[in-house]
């Protein structure tokens, strides 16, 4: 009995339906079933557990949240304020379908326009889309959008984008039979290498593709002049970028980037074990890129009687439902609660919330590195400007420190060559991020743990 | 009962400013965290730290005070309609209510708060809840592996038939067709374009069912699956369901099974039992996760013993009583997106699954189909026109038909459906499939009481009793929701995509308003 959970389960009305439609037992609404494929039992699925137990269940199978998070590699801990969680449990948002039906769904929709608008800025950007799942299949649209606009089919990205993305990026293309191929970075630096990205750049290449931070953490501080390369061959400069990074270094936009991606998970949302995330897909203000963008776009508008200024999805003919196999994507549900939750976050931080996040970011972040660079065993090896995320190499295990940082509540560094022993380079490296929820005290803490094992 | 929705106004045709005419241009904002004053003398100033010539000098954000972002926001929640409103048949969505309790279960700290890469002691409760699911959705579907990775259904899509293209390849064969049945969800052309196949179609017959000879004559050589829908979109059980996945098999051909119609058949048929190889399951629709307002989804994918070593890395894998993720898959499509999934939609799942015990499954989906007879058989009597499947029960959405109205009086199924706004219920999906001229598709799904399906019915037998009457009326609607009827076709003459294009148009003087 699922009474709780359906409203006709009870007999009572059972009994009324199935009278009214004629039949005797729910059985006979699967006649048209063929014999010979019908279930006479449910699914082993164990009994159903109640409100209670199962609350009980659920604390007794997850430990406690560790004290502390410095782990990198993509994902770090941010702090989530209390009305973005608010906002996006109003069930009129988060019970609500795609906005099909705009006069029913205005809100959801301005809030979607708001989030291209915002993000818009922020990127130095003109179009936003209204979300797609992540930052790493963002880049896979990214590829195969490059592909569409220019009719070649080599992405030449730098190595230090994250592994993780580049695996999607890969499975992306591997249908159209397009080539990835990888600019090496300079070793000191970290960043990518400007004299091999442009012996690789050629009349065939749809798009140059650098992330900011890269894998490494390291900024590219000559991403005008990597976008200048693609222009020169025709291709389009596209990057990858923490959006909170956007408010402390010109953004991509301004760089000249005609295509920006990235994670908007950052933005207000908790980890979750990695998901549900929020892809990042933006353009310049260019009609031959506007209807080639995958996803939901909105756009502002009025009512047909004019009454009113109103929201609604716009160029659905570049969508699947429309368009089928000539669409631009297939993606349909994506991540509008999380765009609806960064729009949130945006607005509540505003220009100055946000600059002063990024900063705090940058000096935990030059913080550690120092800290870190005192002790003799780690050492930061690439230069580079760091944001968020700081590379270490160690000359002991790295297991032997994280499982001490894990003893007293910390989560230490990801370790490179356990999960992509090809970008580990030999260097036995491990990522770290530092994020405004962290001060002095918590990454001294974090050193003096480190300096413990030594 | 009435219905009038939230019309928050601020004057001059705008209901809710945005916030770039409510706030202040580059300036305030709530600052949760800023530099120490501490570091700030160590390190020195910003410039010690990011290059001065890549600083950025203006964020042109709008600055808001907490209490006024609270209202906006909040207001514009009053002027959208969720499932916790009221009725929401929109077909092939399943917009059954989202039990609170999966929401708080993945709201839980210890997995809001768990970061991707955490070692393993931190990550066995949640791995084995995601495990668990798998097994449950084995149970139901009976195909035994599946990755959680998807994260929608149409990312499933494409996950599955990546998975048949290279097995394919594996095989040393040059199969490139994908057949699918004209009445399908228009992802799964999208997605299997996207793998690289090229699309061959086949029509329903008269019965609503795939013609049987039009699919024997699109079999070949180069045919390297199917993609179905099961029931189909016209809400109609694909009875020859096991002769369609013969006659594929014996062609060297495999089945691809699209899960967003499972609600009418989990816990009664199992995939496995049909003759499925590969499919994907919308966690969002019959699993309960709500749909977010276009997401977060997910869209787990289960595949038989063949396809297994096919599957996106990393898989949750048992070994004793230990959870591990795992990258040993030999034949992996790779990754389609960054780390597992959406875990925290997942995690829905899970508790929803719990919640419903092995009973619970089969009888959730009774209903939802009980419901949709119910009200297809009061609709017929009321005089609507359902072209397909009379002869046979329904499943969980059936199909009705408007053309007749449309031309005794002119009324479309667009008018109808905004009509049904003004009553205060969601309509159904419109247009849809489109074998069906001037379509409504419902989906009542379990969650609508037996009032709101007499109530829903009711509203419609008056709406149409309208179209007669004065259909003048009904093409003005909707009155009632926060605005009036959306200008598309302005929408799509002037591309205002964000505040920035907007207003870079309104100072060239390009705005008619």
Not at chain 1, 288 to 308: A, C, E, K
Not at chain 1, 337 to 352: N, W
């Amino acid at each position: 009995m699922i009474s709780h959970l359906s409203p006709n389960a009870s007999e009572r009305v059972r009994r009324r339906v199935l009278e009214y439609l004629g039949i005797r037992s729910v059985n006979e609404l699967y006649s048209d079933v063929p014999s010979e494929m019908l279930l006479r039992e449910p699914p082993d699925m164990g009994r159903r557990v109640n409100h209670v137990e199962l609350e009980r269940l659920v604390d007794s199978m997850l430990p406690n949240p560790p004290r502390l998070t410095f782990t990198g590699g993509g994902m770090a801990d941010h702090y989530v304020p209390p009305l973005v969680d608010e906002i996006a449990s109003r069930q009129e948002f988060y019970t609500s379908y795609t906005p099909y039906q705009p006069e029913l769904s205005q809100g959801m929709l301005q809030a979607l326009f708001e989030y291209q608008s915002l993000m818009a800025e922020l990127l130095g950007m003109e179009v936003v889309n209204a979300s797609l799942y992540d930052y790493g299949s963002a880049l896979g649209e990214a590829g195969r959008f490059s592909i569409r606009v220019t009719k070649r089919k080599k992405v030449v990205i730098a190595f230090s984008v994250n592994p993780e993305r580049k695996m999607v990026l890969r499975t992306y293309l591997d249908p159209l039979g397009a080539e990835v191929v990888e600019a090496p970075m300079e070793r000191e630096s970290g960043r990518v290498s400007l004299d091999s990205l442009r012996s690789l750049v050629d009349d065939s290449t749809a798009m140059v593709y650098i992330e900011m931070p890269n894998f490494y953490g390291i900024v590219e501080e000559e991403a005008e002049d990597i976008f200048g390369i693609a222009h020169s061959k025709g291709a389009l400069a596209a990057a990858g970028i923490d959006p909170l990074l956007a408010a402390l270094i010109k953004p991509p936009g301004e760089l000249g980037a005609d295509l920006v991606v990235g994670e908007g998970q950052h933005l207000g949302s908790p980890m979750s074990f990695g998901g549900p995330s929020l892809g990042i897909f933006a353009v310049r203000m260019d009609i031959r890129f506007v209807r080639q963008l995958p996803g939901r776009l909105i756009g502002m508008t009025r009512t047909q009687d004019s009454l009113y200024r109103s929201y609604c999805m716009v160029l659905q003919t570049r969508e699947q439902h429309i368009r089928k196999e000539e669409a631009t994507s297939n993606i349909t549900t994506s991540s509008s609660l999380m765009a609806l939750r960064a729009a949130v976050y945006i607005t509540l931080l505003g220009p100055e919330g946000l600059r002063k996040l990024a900063e705090k970011i940058a000096y935990n972040t030059s913080y550690l590195r120092k800290s870190l660079s005192e002790l003799n065993v780690f050492s930061i090896p690439f230069e580079g400007t760091a944001f968020k995320e700081l590379a270490v190499s160690s000359s002991l295990s790295w297991e032997r420190v994280n499982s001490h940082l894990l003893s007293k509540g910390v989560l230490g560094g990801f370790v490179v060559s356990k999960l992509f022993p090809e970008m580990d380079m030999g260097m036995n490296l491990a990522l770290f991020s530092t994020t405004e929820k962290h001060g002095k005290a918590q990454i001294d803490e974090l050193v003096d743990l480190m300096r413990e094992v030594i | 009962m009435g219905f009038s929705q939230a019309r928050w106004f601020s004057g001059d045709g705008v209901l809710e400013p945005t916030p770039f005419e409510a706030g202040r241009l580059g300036e305030g904002g709530l600052i949760i965290a800023e530099p120490e004053e501490e570091l700030v003398e160590i390190v020195g100033g910003i410039e010690e730290i990011i290059p001065r010539k890549l600083i950025r000098k203006e964020l042109n954000i709008p600055g808001m005070s907490e209490p006024e972002v609270a209202r906006h926001f909040n207001r514009l929640a009053q002027m959208n309609y969720g499932v916790d409103n009221g009725s929401y048949w929109l077909g092939s969505c399943t917009m059954k209510y989202t039990p609170k309790l999966v929401m708080r279960v993945a709201e839980h700290p210890s997995i809001r708060n768990l970061h991707p890469y955490a070692p393993e002691e931190l990550t066995q409760g949640v791995l084995r809840m995601l495990y668990e699911l798998q097994e449950m959705l084995s149970a139901i579907t009976g195909l035994p592996s599946y990755t959680l990775q998807p994260a929608a259904g149409a990312q499933g899509e494409l996950t599955g038939a990546l998975m048949i293209r290279k097995r394919i390849a594996d095989l040393g064969e040059r199969r490139d067709e994908m057949i699918i049945p004209e009445t399908a969800h228009g992802s799964n052309f999208a997605s299997a374009a996207m793998a690289g196949f090229r699309i061959v179609r086949v029509p329903p017959n008269s019965d609503g069912t795939v013609d049987m000879d039009a699919l024997k004559s699109a079999i070949s050589e180069r045919t390297a699956g199917m993609m179905i829908t099961n029931p189909n979109t016209l809400g109609i059980f694909e009875d020859r369901i096991l002769e369609i996945a013969e006659l594929l098999h014996a062609n060297g051909s495999y089945l691809y099974y699209d899960g967003a119609n499972l609600n009418a058949i989990m816990g009664w048929v199992r995939l496995s039992d049909m003759g499925v190889d590969v499919a994907h399951l919308n966690i969002h629709k019959t699993f309960s996760a709500p749909h977010g307002g276009g997401g977060p989804g997910a869209g787990a994918v289960g595949a038989k013993e063949e396809l297994r070593d096919y599957l996106p890395v990393p898989v949750v894998v048992k070994e004793g009583n230990r959870y591990r993720l795992s990258y040993d898959v030999p034949r992996s499509i790779g990754k389609v997106r960054t780390f597992y999934g959406n875990v925290g939609v997942l995690i829905k799942a899970w508790a929803y699954l719990k919640m419903l015990g092995s009973e619970g499954v089969r009888e959730t989906a009774s209903l939802a189909v009980m419901n949709a007879n119910y009200v297809r058989k009061k609709l017929i009597d009321s005089g609507f026109e359902v072209p397909y499947g009379r002869d046979r029960p329904c499943k969980h959405e059936f199909v009705i038909s408007l053309a007749k109205l449309r031309k005794e009086t002119g009324v479309r199924a667009l008018d109808f459906a905004k009509a049904l706004i003004d009553r205060g219920l969601h309509p159904p999906t419109m247009y849809f499939p489109q074998v069906v001229q001037e379509c409504l598709m419902i989906e009542p799904t379990e969650s609508d009481s037996l009032e709101e399906l007499d109530r829903y019915v009711d509203v419609m037998r008056e709406i149409k009793e309208l179209a007669y009457e004065s259909p003048d009326e009904l093409m003005k609607a909707p009155k009632r929701s926060a605005i009036t009827r959306v200008d598309e076709s302005f929408a799509n003459k002037v591309l205002w995509l964000s505040w920035k294009v907007y207003e870079k148009q309104k100072s060239q003087g390009e705005l008619d308003r």
